[in-house]
């Protein structure tokens, strides 16, 4: 991993396109999202090891990874040009969102021009010479030690925080004590000289982190892939205005796959929302929906169009869904005797 010092002569990013009803339906022209002979310098929030490190690794095989210390850091740097691409985690699917990844990037002047996918595979380790016999306590950020629970129960180890995975694995390198372990990845095990006790040993085998793939400059998107479009819009805060707003994604058969809201400028409204969804602003079905939209919001950016990473990853749950029949698993169902309650 190489690193890059600020460039002085750095230039503001074009910012994220509010939504145009009146505008042609256009794409910029662009490169391939992932091209090697574009992406040189991806950057990502964390220290080498982390599994945004993995993450970069895993998208961008041949490009340099920059490690930053913050997320406003990491958006300066692609603003300042010193990276072409940034990864930054949005979602993991056992904790949900990402905290400020959601406020941050609308107001950044940042482009989504691609997601990534990243497994989240735990290995438990410690310095050389250790055993599972002779570990006590173990250290891993927060999340990742809510995810390992089990694992810490069954070796009844006394669970430490640290600010991120892979500082945990360098400061459990640095005491060489048998007593003392680690959960991170398996990179971070071989940065810092560790030996793996154990792999795999998250509670839920489907511990996955989604990554937003974000440019200075919006980068064109091939017709022939399926894309997906992510928006943030505000409304009026009354009865049916929402409704009203995202009613022309139903009568032009649009696939929303999230909307959600968050709070902003510290008002307890849901004040704006994210939206995403399958097709690209260019078609006239989208487009149509997108202009009910604008009638009915304060706001609409449309943050990027990109290529959809894995339909499968989406749609697991959907088939969980189809697998329980008529009826949902009792955990899921609401009994007679909480409608009695309710009533």
Known sequence: MTSTA??????????????????????????????????????????????????????????DRIALPSLETTIASTVRGEVDRILLPCENS?????????????????????????????????????????????RSHPVALGQVS????????????????????????????????AIASDLAADLYGLDILKRNVEDDPHNTTRFYVLSAEPQ???????????????????????????AGFAENGINMTKIESYLVGGQFVPSRFLCEFEGDPATPEVADALD????????????????????????????????????PPAAFRWSDSQQEAGR
């Open 292 to 327: 009910t939209l604008a009638r009915h919001a304060r706001e609409l950016v449309v943050l990027g169009t990109f290529p959809m990473a894995s339909r499968h990853l989406r749609n697991r749950s959907e088939e969980h869904l189809s697998s329980w029949g008529t009826k």
């Open 220 to 246: 064109a998107a091939e017709q022939k892939t399926q894309l997906l479009t992510t928006i943030v819009f505000r409304t009026q805060n009354r009865p049916g205005c929402l409704y009203h707003a995202i």
């Open 150 to 181: 089990r694992l810490i129960a069954a070796l009844d180890l006394e669970a430490i925080a640290a600010p991120t995975t892979s500082h945990a694995a360098e400061l459990v390198a640095s005491c060489e004590d048998p007593s003392e372990a």
């Open 94 to 138: 056992l904790v949900g969102r990402v905290p400020d990844v959601h406020r941050i990037v609308p107001d950044s002047g940042l482009h989504i021009v691609g997601e990534h996918f990243q497994r989240v595979e735990h290995c438990l380790m410690a310095p050389a010479g250790a055993s599972l016999a002779s570990i006590r306590r173990v």
């Open 6 to 63: 600020a460039n002085p002569g750095s230039q503001t990013p074009s910012p994220a396109i509010p939504f145009d009803p009146n505008a042609s339906a256009s794409h910029p022209v662009g490169t391939k999202l992932g091209s090697d002979t574009t992406v040189h310098k991806v950057g990502y929030n964390g220290r080498p090891g982390a599994f945004a490190d993995v993450a970069c690794r895993t998208a961008f095989p041949f490009a």
